[in-house]
Structures are given as C-alpha cells and as structure tokens.
C-alpha cells in the first residue's frame, strides 16, 4: 500500500479546536461494514448499539503533563515532550522527544524554570535519553499537557484532554476515542447489557508519529507499554461481541491475542491485510492523513468504505481529530 493512498482533503475549518460540550453531543457517524451502509447519530446513542454480552472496552490510561519548554545555556529554547521512564537499568532516565534537536549532545545541561536536565545519550530521530533529580516533580511544576500542534493551547483545552475515566498516569497523548463517554453514556451502556472492560496502553509518539516511507509497510511503530487484567481477559475471551473504544485498544487486545502476553511492549502496526483476531467493532475519531491511525481504520472497515466515510464526513461538516467526532465501524474486523 503507498502513503499516498492515505491521503484525503480536508478544509482547515474543519479540524475542530475545542471539545463538544457536554461530551456526548458529539456526532457519531456509524458505518456497517457488512452492509456498507453510513448513518448518522450523536454519541449519547451509543448505548442502543450495543448488545446483551457484549464487552465495551476502554483504556483508562492518564495523560500527564508531558511538554517541557526549557533552554540551552545559550539561551536557545528546546522543547520536550516525556515519553516514558526508560527503567532502573537506565539510571532513572527518561525518553523524550526533542524539538529541535540537532545541536543537542550529550552532557547537554538544559534549564527549566530553576530546574535542570541533562542530556544523556541520543536514541536517534530526534528520541533523546535525558535524566533530571525529580522528572515526576519536575513535569508537575512546569509541564503542560501535551495537545496536539493543530490545537491552540488553553486553559479549557488542557483540561479536557483526558478521559473521564483515566486512572493510570503514563500518556504522553489521549486515546481520543473515550473523549465522548460522560459517566451517563457509561451508565446506558451497561443498562444495554454490555459489560465494561479497562485496560491500559500508554500512548506515546507511536501511534501519532505519520507515515514517511513511501510504502506503508515498511514504517516501524515505537512500542508503547501495554496491560490487560485478569479479569479483563476472561470477560473479552466470553464476550457476544467486543466493542472497543478507540484504536488504542483495538493495538492492546490484538497484541495480547497475537503474543498471549498480557503485559508487555506493543509495536503492532495494523494496516490493510491484516487479519483481526479479536476485536468485532471499532469506535474511533476521525484521523490525520498519512498516519497509522487511518491505515488501521481501513483495515477494519475496508479501504473504499472508509475513504467513503471520509468524503461523507467532510461533506456533512463533521469535526475532526482529536476533539472532532466520532465513527462506530459495527461488524468489521475479526471474520467469526
């Protein structure tokens, strides 16, 4: 498959900047695949789209404040953005990606605030190794929340960029899907007879870094850290079907089938022939061009009808990315 063919022409006004409020007035565009048929809904009907034993899954990862602005001694400013603790064996270092980077070295020391960071070693394109006393502390003091470039940072963006049901600190970015649940969605959900089930990945630059390479195979994901409880995995293993809120999970759960680890390091890349092992209907955002996102949204629902979807959205003045709104794929994915 050629990147090119994850193109699409979206007008900038389009690209929404702020959340809907309340949450689930959002649209929600829901695609049969099977049919190949497109309606349209708002997100507070999501429960009546669900089934008796079904499993709604949702990744209750939190989003910390992962954007650092600090300075070279000469003055010159860096931004970095904290991707992950790289482990005791490390020294307590951390991964970060830095903007710009080139004249970085190691020993670098950079101020934030009257903090300090230093540069440990380079982990190539742009992926840095930096060590500070307290880097927990220090992102709380000083950190912002990591939005999006195409988003104009304030105060009532950065708040609402997490979940409502976000309990495990360690994201870099949002699973932008769980933006539409209120704790009322969630409710009908379960009164429809789904069960709701919580995993944890922790996104980082993996799952939003684009497409560069001219065939879209040969792109290599960054692995992001990944758990499915005990109980979680009985209750997609039993489900009628399994619902998953977001492509986030949709990576968890098909990892977990393909490696029979249920904690461990993702690096799946799901684009167009893949065969899916789990996961029977996909709630996703409308993604970028040219990313890992849209190649697995085609994957799951079929490359024509998703490119379909998409004139449909922009024709129908949907609103997309990360606080855009939402797209139900019923019935692709996993061939029973």
């Given at each position: 498959m050629r990147v090119s063919e994850l193109d699409y022409e979206l007008p900038d006004e389009l690209i929404a900047q702020t959340p809907a409020e309340p949450r689930d007035a959002s649209r929600l565009m829901v695609v049969d695949v099977r049919h190949g048929t497109i309606a349209h809904h708002t997100f507070r009907d999501l429960p009546g789209f669900l089934l008796p034993g079904d499993a709604l899954v949702l990744n209750e990862t939190k989003v910390f404040p992962a954007r650092l602005e600090a300075?070279?001694?000469?003055?010159?400013?860096?931004e970095l953005l904290f991707l992950r603790d790289l482990g005791p064996d490390r020294g307590g270092a951390w991964e970060v990606l830095a903007r710009p980077s080139k004249r970085l070295k190691p020993g670098l020391r950079l101020l934030a605030g009257k903090d300090q960071v230093e540069i440990v070693e380079s982990l190539?394109?742009?992926?840095?190794?930096?060590s500070a006393p307290d880097v927990r502390g220090l992102l709380e003091r000083s950190g912002r929340m990591p939005l999006p470039p195409y988003i104009s940072p304030t105060p009532e963006t950065e708040s609402r960029y997490q979940t409502v049901y976000a309990r495990n600190e360690g994201s870099a970015a949002a699973p932008?899907?769980?933006?539409?649940?209120?704790?009322?969605?969630?409710?009908?959900a379960e009164r429809s007879g789904a069960r709701i089930v919580r995993i944890t990945l922790h996104v980082g630059v993996g799952t939003f870094m684009p497409v560069r390479t001219e065939r879209v195979e040969e792109h290599r994901m960054h692995a992001e850290h990944y758990s499915v409880p005990p109980g979680a995995e009985r209750i997609v293993e039993e489900a009628r079907r399994v619902v998953v809120a977001g492509t986030t999970v949709a990576r968890t759960l098909e990892t977990w089938a393909a490696t029979g680890e249920a904690v461990g390091e993702s690096e799946l890349f799901v684009y167009p022939g893949y065969r899916w092992r789990v996961v029977d209907t996909l709630l996703t955002n409308f993604h970028l061009p040219r990313s890992t996102l849209l190649a697995m949204v085609m994957s799951f629902g079929g490359e024509e009808l998703i490119r379909e979807a998409y004139r449909t959205a922009v024709r129908e003045r949907y609103r997309f990315y990360s606080f855009g709104d939402a797209m139900l794929l019923l019935d692709g994915g996993r061939q029973r």
């Open positions: 300075k070279k001694p000469t003055g010159g400013e860096v190539g394109d742009g992926h840095w190794a930096v932008t899907a769980g933006f539409h649940f209120t704790d009322k969605v969630l409710e009908g």
